[in-house]
């Protein structure tokens, strides 16, 4: 009898678990109102006297050592679970982690920031709600001067004038308002101007502007920087300038690059020349330079302005301007890769 309670002390030690239900069950076999302890317990009074004492010992070692058995294989249990209520499955393969996407608007933006960076521009920022210094005056267009009807214009208040910026040329002149030169500025954001609303046109839309204001700037310093770009931007590096008008810059042009004509894309995209117009750019008017406080004698400078919806309706062949703001998730995600 002795001998059998052993081998039950044995495999009581042995024993493990993997859940709540296999303790249950074990914890009836021994410690259960019909387990084997009581069936121990009661043979009791049937062992020889000589025999009680080391009988009495193992089946109290057998009873403390199920009941040990079975808190230890409990508190394994509650706290592997406690775990998993925490991380999970932690042998689960990782979910990928889902790629957002860019505004198409921010991607070429982004692009060009980075392309001026490279040599030296600084990035500069202005209010959209402008007054009519910042948006005309300083830029050489005084009262009643014709170019204003250029830009068809927002206006908030009228007299003084307060207005929605037209271009972020006012951030130009802000800057060299509160700044020395040397100066060189990209002045990147959005704009506004009372257009009818189609799929070439928008009553807004987003603008960089560059400003280089120092000693000596000369019109091959402009084609240079401007080449730059194109070569950095589109892999282009055939620019035309073919000169133009604005207010603030004199003499001025506009900048076509040379897109090629190799595939039907670009065909459509140059209406069958080859060439692309991509952006204005001229001297900065030496009024301007005044107005802002810097001396003609001294500094010359020059200015160039792009609009970034248009430049992104190119590079990715979107057929109307108005999907940039709708928000729709179909045409927003397909932007994931880009940067
Ligand atoms: N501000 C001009 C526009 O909005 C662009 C431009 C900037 C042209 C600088 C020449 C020089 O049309």
Not at 73 to 88: A, D, N
Not at 145 to 170: C, G, W, Y
Not at 252 to 263: I, K, N, Q, R
Request: aromatic fraction near 12%.
């Amino acid at each position: 009898m002795i001998e059998t309670i052993k081998k039950h002390i044995a495999e009581v030690e042995a024993f493990t678990a993997s859940n709540k239900d296999e303790i249950e069950t074990f914890r009836i076999k021994y410690l259960g109102k019909k387990g084997l302890l009581n069936d121990f317990f009661a043979e009791f009074k049937n062992v020889p006297n000589e025999q009680k004492k080391e009988f009495g010992k193992v089946v109290n070692t057998l009873k403390d050592t199920a009941q040990d058995k079975i808190n230890t294989l409990k508190e394994v249990l509650e706290s592997s679970e406690e775990i998993k209520g925490v991380y999970g499955d932690i042998s689960r393969p990782g979910e990928p982690i889902e790629l957002g996407a860019r505004h198409p608007i921010s991607i070429v933006k982004n692009k060009i920031i980075d392309i001026f960076s490279r040599i030296g521009f600084n990035i500069s920022e202005g209010p959209e709600i402008e007054d009519d210094w910042h948006n005309f005056t300083a830029l050489n267009l005084p009262e009643y001067h014709p170019a204003r009807d250029m830009q068809d214009t927002f206006f908030i208040e009228k007299n003084p004038d307060v207005l929605l910026r037209t271009h972020t040329s006012t951030v130009q002149v802000r800057y060299m308002e509160e700044n020395k030169p040397p100066i060189r500025t990209i002045s990147p954001g959005r704009v506004y101007r009372n257009e009818a609303i189609s799929a070439r046109s928008h009553c807004f839309f987003h603008q960089v502007e560059g400003l280089y204001v120092d000693k000596g700037v000369s019109f091959a310093d402009l084609k240079q920087t401007l080449q730059y770009f194109t070569t950095e931007m589109f892999g282009k590096s055939k620019i035309r300038l073919r000169p133009s008008y604005f207010p603030f810059t004199e003499p001025s042009a506009e900048v076509d690059v040379y897109w090629g004509l190799e595939t039907e894309t670009d065909y459509k995209m140059t209406k069958g020349t080859g060439w692309l117009e991509i952006m204005g750019c001229g001297m900065v008017d030496p009024n301007v330079l005044r107005n802002c406080n810097i001396d003609p004698e001294v500094y010359s400078g020059f200015a160039f302005g792009m609009g970034i919806d248009r430049i992104a309706l190119l590079l990715h062949q979107i057929p109307d301007i108005r999907m940039f703001s709708e928000n729709d998730l179909r045409f927003l995600e397909q932007f994931k890769s880009a940067y």
